[in-house]
């Protein structure tokens, strides 16, 4: 099963993941999550560590923005060998979770490439796409089209946790 959490900053994707993750015991799953390492939103560099606690720069920012999308960010040059290693986990049976697939990461061809392959394992996957990044992540992560989306919202957050779970029981 691959489930997919899309929606607004801000609207409970990470916190719902994490739920997610509770009610299915996955204590210690393959993939990473990002974050600001207690700095606010928009802080000089982003994060992403595994879920066993290794952690790595992901961007940094940068005085004028950089590719075709305007980001502000430019990925750090450990990321890739980092988040390569992250997906691949040390347990090729265990779920992969990632928390989140965004913009500043597309501008990796061999991230990308690895993301493709390990989502195609017949592993348990459950991640997080920022809104403004799926329709460029979608067909990378779910060319069938088979996986389950999931908009997380104020109105559906409480809920999503155990409607997600269920997608993994069975």
Known sequence: MKVFLTGEIGSGKSTAVRAVLAWLGWGRPAGFFTHWDGAERGAATVFAETWTGEKQPLARRVARPVGSGGLCYELDPGFERFAVAALAGSDPT???????????????????????????????????????????????????????????????????????????RG
């Open 94 to 168: 265990a779920p992969l979770v990632v928390d989140e697939l965004g913009l500043i990461e597309l501008a990796s061809g061999p991230f990308i490439e690895a993301v493709a392959r390990r989502f195609r394992d017949p592993v348990p996957v459950l991640a997080v796409v920022q809104e403004r990044a799926a329709a460029r992540w979608r067909p990378v992560i779910d060319p069938a089209g088979d996986a389950r989306w999931f908009d997380v919202a104020a109105a559906s957050r409480a809920a999503l946790p155990g409607r997600i779970a269920a997608c993994f």
